[in-house]
């Protein structure tokens, strides 16, 4: 498997486009993906009770009819919490846009992301249909779905199945109100490798729990937000099925994607400044090393710690202690970077100086070696800054 500079439209037969249309005041903020056939496609969702209405039309096209053409997203207008007019913009959202590409419309699918409670201004995005084009620049498409992002996060790669070549690349936008299982994101992955909707489920679903559901920002869960994939075959290359060898190098290769997207939106979480990578090794079982990673990840005070550059790990061990996971505290040693901090549970001298280096890095690696199984598991998340207040307390204004 090989990483390459691509952008979404990488995979034979994918095309993008993006542009401002006028949901927001100046940046980008309208486009779509779409393939020369329809794809299989497959798609992870929200746990939010409260769903925003382009999602709901969104799964109801994928669950009802299992493949999909094109994608069209806004950003800055959720159109979420919009009642009965939010449902009916939606369906009209894509419908007009199936209209454009001359395709059925439960061939579209639909994602806005932005403020809660607005209604779409549905002039603006008709208008921004009108100027939408197919074969036009897929890495606008990157800069249009982002809110307040502050980088584009886009990943592809390639590899050999026999003697066909498969491309797989990802977009994704995430900033803020980043805590699944599944929520608060948008990602879309293309690929042209030839597999079903369904074999193509099982693959997201079984990578979705080591991938986005083990990050987090700040603790909260949005309304609209999901991953979509779409394979549309146009690679030539043979049917993937599931239980063979190629499943599991296209497995592992939709792991790499979703892996690298994970990453690049923890670390450009709101405010942040720093990644942090926590690392649960030794653990009774693999949901235990997951959920403890992700407790340690997402500890408002461990966040502050690194945010000050502190390195207090008794923070860091106490968010192991109230995981709420059944596992043996009473040899835990723990590391910033490679300087263990603590080992077997009793504190451990360290050098300040080579600790501050550490410490001042743009990431942070955490190591809890809990010495009580041989399960794994990482989570990624980020700092809490002075900015994230600044950011969320004048989102609106």
């Known amino acids: ?31 779509w993906v779409v393939s020369e056939v329809p794809a299989s496609v497959a798609g992870v969702y929200t746990t939010n009770k409260v769903v925003a209405p382009p999602l709901i039309v969104t799964r109801s096209a994928i ?24 449902m009916a913009d939606a369906y009209r959202m894509q419908k007009q846009t199936a209209e454009k590409l001359k395709i059925a419309p439960h061939l579209v699918g639909i994602a806005s992301t932005g ?9 603006k995005l008709e208008k921004g249909l009108e100027k939408l084009v197919v074969n036009g620049n897929a890495d606008d498409f990157a800069k ?30 995430g900033s803020g109100m980043i805590h699944p299982n599944m929520a608060t994101m948008l990602a879309f992955i293309t690929c042209d490798a030839n597999i079903s909707s369904q074999t193509l489920q099982l693959a997201l679903s079984q990578n979705v729990e080591t991938t986005f559901n083990q990050i987090t920002i700040d603790g909260d869960t949005s309304t609209n937000d999901m991953v979509l994939v779409l394979a549309n075959g146009c690679s030539g290359s043979q049917e993937i099925l599931p239980g063979t060898t190629a499943f599991d190098q296209f497995s592992d290769m939709l792991s790499a994607v979703m892996t690298d997207l994970a990453k690049k939106i923890a670390k450009d979480g709101e405010g942040a400044t720093k990644l942090i990578e926590v690392q649960v090794r030794n653990a009774p079982d693999s949901q235990t090393a997951r959920m403890l990673a992700k407790s340690v ?10 945010f000050g550059e502190d390195p207090n790990w008794g923070r860091i061990l106490a968010a192991v202690g109230y995981a709420g996971a059944d596992a043996a505290v009473d040899k835990v040693t723990i590391s910033l970077g490679h300087i263990p901090v ?26 809890v070696d809990l010495h009580d199984g041989s399960s794994h598991g990482t989570a990624w998340g980020c700092d809490l800054s002075y900015d994230y207040v600044k950011i969320n307390a004048l989102y609106r204004t």
Do not use: W, Y
């Open 1 to 31: 498997m090989e990483f390459f500079q691509g952008n979404i439209a990488s995979p034979l037969g994918f095309s993008a486009d993006g542009l401002h249309a006028g949901f927001k005041k100046r940046k980008m903020d309208f486009g």
């Open 297 to 306: 990840v997402g500890s408002s005070l461990v966040k502050t710690a690194v």
């Open 342 to 367: 603590l080992v077997d549970s009793n504190p451990a001298a360290f050098d300040d100086e080579e600790m501050q280096d550490i410490m001042q890095e743009d990431e942070l690696n955490i190591t």
């Open 115 to 123: 403020v809660i409670g607005d209604l779409l201004p549905m002039d």
């Open 144 to 173: 249009a779905i982002l809110t307040t992002d502050t980088v584009t996060k886009t990943v592809a790669v390639k590899d050999m199945f026999g003697s066909d070549e498969v491309t797989m690349a990802g977009v994704a936008k």
């Open 63 to 86: 669950e009802t009819h299992r493949e999909m053409q094109a994608v069209v997203v806004n950003s800055g207008v959720a159109n979420s919490c919009t009642g009965s007019q939010g």
